[in-house]
């Protein structure tokens, strides 16, 4: 039986770097400087897409006013971070929250006006999924990795399937091919890679299905309330 002493050798904290300790104050400090990079990059990197607009070939401007192409910002800064599910949820939001500010920001400073309201919304209640599913790309869990790798697909994939349907008109249908092709380049590559029974193959490829679906019709009934 540990002594009562020994007990900080055991990680129990819920927030912070995977396994912190919570006594532990320089895991603390580590995780506030990976927290403040992941919120200062968004805020960054969000104001940059604006001037992406402008250099990317017009195939490709798409990315940089797209909920895929932002989310795809968030994961990699939270993927980097390797903090807890539970700091990845509230990061994912908070990550996806300042990449559209930072794009309205500079917007602005542009002389024009943007509304971050439709893709604010979708950060706020997509960014917590988000940040937990791409905590769990790296569980030891293969349920929850083929949950995360379906949460993350699903959405490439959704939205590139609404770009290709419901935008064809106005934009150029390269960037939506990409994303449906990274979507599923992350799902072949955990499916893999990561998973090894085929219930959790199942659960990856129905699940990337069902959110590609689900995202679709959430995109089309957010663009007709706003």
């Not at 919120?39 to 006013?65: D, H, K, M």
């Amino acid at each position: 039986m540990a002594r009562p002493d020994d007990q900080r050798n055991h990680p129990t904290g819920t927030l912070g770097a995977e396994g912190q300790d919570p006594h532990d104050h320089a895991g603390w400090r580590r995780f506030v400087m990976r927290a403040g990079v992941v919120v200062v990059g968004s805020l960054v990197l969000g104001g940059l897409t604006f001037f992406a607009q402008g250099v990317l070939p017009e195939v490709l401007s798409s990315v940089a006013n797209s909920a895929s192409g932002w989310t795809l910002l968030a994961v990699l800064l939270i993927f980097w971070a390797r903090l807890s599910p539970a700091a990845s949820a509230v990061l994912g939001a908070a990550s996806f929250l300042l990449l559209v500010l930072g794009y309205t920001l500079v917007a602005k400073l542009q002389g024009l006006f943007y509304s971050p309201i439709q893709f604010g919304l979708v950060g706020i209640v997509a960014g917590p999924f988000v940040g937990v599913a791409t905590a769990w790309l790296r569980s030891r869990s293969q349920i929850r990795t083929a949950f995360g790798a379906a949460l993350l697909s699903g959405i490439g994939v959704g939205e590139g399937i609404y770009g290709l349907v419901e935008l064809a008109a106005s934009t150029s249908p390269v960037y939506w091919v990409v994303i449906i092709v990274v979507g599923l380049a992350l799902l072949s590559g955990i499916a893999v890679r990561r998973l090894r029974s085929r219930g959790a193959i199942a659960v990856a490829v129905t699940g990337t299905a069902v959110v590609a679906a689900a995202f679709n019709l959430a995109y089309v009934v957010l663009g007709r309330i706003i």
